[in-house]
């Protein structure tokens, strides 16, 4: 079968049944593949009503970029088994063919090489969530805020994410001198992102508190005054300065995607593909 509208796939889906297992593919609007999965009924239709969800995955927010241009998802299903071990092992080979995104082989947003569910995750998609969310793990919470920010950031002489409890934090304010986007700036509101699970786009509402690794971490009093004075965001003030947030500009938004490798965002779930 060719890609086909959901009225279409729809009318495929009675013609074989609710018992068969089949292979299926979604595709964004120019025609490129973004998905494969196996299953049978109308498993190819629950991603969209993931997408409705919470949850931050290159693939839902795929499918919310195609909803928010207008668009619609094509569907095709590729192959129809009787045996689901067979079903299972076409997935595999056309994940294979045409290559997933997060290790740089396709357009795929899979996280798995397929076959296993979502329990296969290769060692490349863990380092890159790992390094995403979390970084390795490391003794005390200096360490853990360290190595969690220097993935997105390596080229700083200190690190503007602190530990909460060991931090004397002052409400936020803009620098009185000029200053200019660096990444430095962007990479600590990146990083609250990553942590608190914020879609970065603008008027994105960024906490200046974070938890990594159970470690409750804050944006530092330096960084927060620059990131303000430059104009990557305006700040929502609150009693408690731990409490503080940033709404994103579209200078802070355009300055994330010009420092930061838009890979590691995207595969973070923080961020919108361009279709």
Known sequence: MGVLTKAEAEEALAQIGREVFYVYLLYRPDGTPFYVGKGRGRRIFHHEREALGLGRTHKLN??????????????????????????????????????????????????????????????????????????PDAPGERGIAN??????????????VRPLATTLLAHSAPHRGPRKP??????????????????????????RKLVVEDAPMVIEN?????????GLAQLIGAANPGDESFLLSSVGYEAILTFLDQAT???????????
Not at 149 to 160: H, I, K
Request: glycine share 10%; aromatic share 4%; with cysteine.
């Open 62 to 135: 795929t499918i919310r970029a195609v909803t928010r241009a207008g668009a619609t998802i094509g569907y095709r299903i590729h192959q129809v088994f009787e045996r689901e071990a067979e079903c299972l092992g076409h997935e595999i080979e056309l994940i294979r063919t045409f290559g997933r995104h997060d290790l740089g082989t396709g357009p795929l947003t899979n996280l798995t090489d397929g076959g296993e569910g979502t329990s296969g995750l290769s060692e490349e998609t863990l380092r890159r969530i790992d390094a995403a969310l979390h970084g």
């Open 147 to 160: 190595r969690f920010f220097l993935r997105l950031c390596e080229e700083v002489s200190s690190v503007p």
């Open 182 to 207: 660096s990444k430095r700036m962007v990479a600590a509101l990146a990083a609250s992102a990553i942590a608190n699970r914020v879609l970065i786009e603008p008027r994105a509402v960024i906490p």
């Open 222 to 230: 330096g960084v927060a005054s620059d990131l303000l004075r430059a």
């Open 265 to 275: 965002l995207l595969s973070a779930g923080v961020l919108l593909p361009h279709l």
